[in-house]
């Protein structure tokens, strides 16, 4: 098996960090609802975005066509997008309000809640070693949550 999927993962977890960072500092002086609409629907953002997926898909020769999408890929992909407009909102909303470097790591918790779905509503069996990790995840974030 390849692990070509940590490589993209640390990717995102880059980029993630970042994108704390970087919305701290544009939050300041304006509403976290406001900013995350702007985040959200700039058009220049957009644009690169949809260049960049379209370079990458043409580039790797995996276009597909949209009639391929079954209703249940439609539906789970809008949820997935819809959750994550969701997220962000009370991310930016959190991030408004507390330092981005306790923040950031709460939001992490969502490591813990994933597993736990994964074994609920996939069927995933993680190994003892997996449940360690994300034990330790877990008094991360409560450590860095409880304030004395």
């Not at 957009?46 to 439609?74: D, H, M």
């Not at 950031?104 to 994933?114: E, Q, T």
């Amino acid at each position: 098996m390849s692990n070509e999927w940590l490589y993209w993962a640390l990717a995102s977890a880059l980029f993630a960090s970042l994108t704390a960072i970087f919305a701290k500092v544009g939050l300041q002086g304006i509403d976290s609802d406001f900013a995350t609409f702007i985040r959200t629907v700039v058009i220049i953002r957009t644009v690169v975005i949809l260049n960049a997926l379209a370079a990458f898909l043409t580039y790797s020769g995996k276009w597909q066509p949209f009639g391929s999408l079954t209703g249940k890929n439609w539906t789970f992909l809008i949820l997935s997008g819809l959750a994550t407009g969701v997220s962000w909102l009370a991310y930016f909303k959190a991030l408004q309000m507390g330092n981005a470097s306790q923040v950031a790591p709460i939001d992490k918790f969502s490591i813990v809640l994933v597993t736990v779905f994964a074994v609920i509503f996939l069927g995933e069996r993680p190994s003892s070693q997996d449940w360690i990790g994300i034990a330790l995840v877990a008094v991360g974030v409560l450590t860095l949550a409880i304030k004395r």
